[in-house]
């Protein structure tokens, strides 16, 4: 669909922001099927290829590097998964102590932590610049034609682009509480998935808005906007002790710049737990932030009263329910509350007394075994 938006602005005559659109679309792909092969020729040092080779469901190394090169490493990963859950149908007992039983299992789940870190990346390298960039088109346009099929091509890629990254993290939140038995599970038709939906979809919601409108009349200088919240973001992390690349002192200051620019949309800890004291800074700095571009906006833009008030009225309601259903999240309906063992006491303490705001923070490769 983004490659349709792309189309449509190209046969508009704005052949900019085809390019634009396009690029966002190209370079995540590639980018994503560098990151999925490399995982794949690091599965063939460890003990995972062993594991595969013995239930059948090793893959060549021609092969998967073909499959990368013409952008197909999702669709391969799939077919992957497809077979490995075949092979778990053929279980009879389900509770099974086989070890052969127990491996096949580890493995599906350790497939799908692969496509939804995956996912992760295609959130933050796709859907959000796409979110970001089509509104701020639209504001530059001054107007939507909705008569226009191609304007309303447009249209719809925004709310499609949000819903598909609150997807992801929805979708990686709940594969990544899957590999670890000390962690609630987490329920895909329950109130806690649906207010962690709807927390992610406003908040970025909330954040694009501002960054659009304030684009949309002070086009370079969103640019010092975000050097300065880079900044900020850094030094929110730079005291958050970082458990990834031990070892390696440049590898890991490159993963805080990327969760730097990930906190550009939304709250991700390098730490895992106790995160409330990270939690509290990000969301007071980001409300700071973003009320003081859209009120600059809105002192400045030469749009007319009814558009301003209903733009400043919707950055703040969608900050609010953001809020809102995170705080729910929490407090009543996280995964914790649900399990009626010692264990789950203890998580639901945890959850209430720290504040814990993600379950863990993004990993560059969760899933080997």
Known sequence: MDVRVAVSHYRRGDSIWASFTLSFVIISVVIIEIVS???????????????????????????????????????????????????????????????DDK???????????????LGVLEAFMEEAPQVALQIYILLRRGGVDLGS????????????SLALFALH??????????????????????FGSLLYFV???FMLTSRILALALFASHFTRF????AGIRLILSYALLWRQKCEYFEGAPIKQELFRCAIAYVHMFCFFPLEGKNTRKWGYPYYILTLIEN???VLLWNFVARY?????????TAEWTTFAIGIASLVLFYRCFHPSFYLPTERSARQVHNVAENGSMHQSSLTCNVSHV
């Open 169 to 190: 993290l929805l979708i990686y939140a709940r594969y990544l509480k899957d590999g670890d038995e000390e962690s609630p599970q987490m329920s895909w038709c329950s």
């Open 291 to 293: 009320s003081t571009i």
């Open 37 to 99: 092969v490399n995982w794949y020729l690091e599965d063939e040092k460890g003990h995972k290829k062993k594991i595969l080779k013995k239930h059948g469901l090793e893959i060549k190394k021609w092969h998967y590097l073909v499959c990368h090169v013409f952008l197909c490493g999702s669709l391969l990963r799939s077919c992957q998964i497809f077979k490995t859950v075949r092979l778990i149908r053929q279980i009879k007992n389900r509770t099974s102590d086989d070890k």
């Open 304 to 312: 007319n009263l009814k558009f301003r008030i209903t733009m400043l």
């Open 199 to 201: 927390w992610r979809l």
């Open 222 to 225: 969103v640019f010092v906007v």
């Open 149 to 160: 099929f191609e304007d309303l091509i447009v249209v719809l890629s925004i709310p499609k």
């Open 103 to 117: 491996e096949r299992y580890r493995l599906y789940i350790a497939q799908l932590q692969d496509v939804s870190t």
